[in-house]
């Protein structure tokens, strides 16, 4: 789980909806190195791991918007975020951005549902 950089929350509750604000490929304080697939790989893991302090998993994830600074690294980001969705298929839109933080190469923010126990 990574510390924002910036004035904002990293995941909110509103209602039986989490959101979960753009998470990069950031572990221990760095970028993790390896390319689009391992940030993507880590961001996903960032939100998971977020998810969890509310009691929620990547299961209960309902849409995601994922942000790449080159759309030619489309097919790599998709095959190591199909790795860990499996068939958990939420709806999903990809944009080409022009930068992203920390220069990442990609950021991924999350909508879950998970009523309150």
Not at 47 to 68: C, H, P, Q, Y
């Amino acid at each position: 789980m990574t510390t924002p950089i910036g004035p904002y929350t990293s995941i909110v509750r509103a209602g039986d909806l989490l959101v979960v604000s753009g998470q990069v490929g950031v572990r221990d304080g760095a970028m993790v190195p390896g390319g689009v697939a391992a940030e993507t790989r880590q961001a996903i893991d960032n939100i998971a791991a977020l998810l969890a302090t509310e009691g929620a998993s990547l299961a209960d994830v309902v849409k995601t918007t994922v942000f790449l600074r080159h759309m030619r690294d489309f097919a790599l980001m998709n095959e190591a975020y199909a790795e860990i969705f499996g068939e958990t298929r939420p709806a999903r839109s990809t944009v080409a951005v022009v930068e992203l933080p920390a220069l990442a190469l990609v950021e991924i923010e999350a909508w879950a549902y998970r009523p309150r126990s």
